[in-house]
């Protein structure tokens, strides 16, 4: 079976939580609701966990009195979940970098908040204003 297609927020959100611990399916559709700020459907959720079941990502047991199916990601899921990660990072790697600046003295990457200083008219980026302070030319 093909890896699952995390398509929209909604089932990016769910493999998140679901990595974070075992979660039954009302407390998914809860959390990615109050995350997203937008109600989340079950027809939304239970259908990616089925298929997330069927392809051996996860799997689900019985607890509690009303025997409330809590899903728990198989090692095989932990898995996709770490792949996922590292492509979204290289995603976002991309869209930061251009966004990037060096400090001047220490050579650290900053993004925003950084600090600024003429210095023998040279216009020199630095991560804070010890770092400016310490610069030597």
């Keep these: 079976m093909a890896e699952p297609k995390v398509t929209n927020v909604v089932k990016l959100y769910t493999v998140l939580l679901l990595s974070s611990g075992p979660k039954h399916g009302y ?3 809860k959390e990615v609701g109050e995350r997203l700020g937008r ?3 079950p027809g939304q ?28 990601l198989t090692p095989k899921g932990r898995d996709f979940v770490d792949s996922l990660l590292s492509r979204l990072g290289n995603l976002v790697d991309i869209a930061i970098e251009p966004r ?33 302070k310490s610069f030597r030319k």
């Design 45 to 72: 959720i239970y259908p990616f966990l089925g298929l997330l079941e069927s392809g051996g990502y996860l799997k689900q047991k019985a607890v509690g009195k009303r025997e409330k199916k809590v899903y728990t």
């Design 27 to 29: 407390e998914i559709i």
């Design 100 to 132: 990037l600046t060096e400090c001047a003295h220490c050579g650290c990457s900053v993004y925003k908040g950084g600090f600024t200083k003429t210095i023998k008219g040279a216009r020199l980026a630095f991560c804070c204003e010890y770092c400016a």
């Design 39 to 41: 109600k989340a459907s």
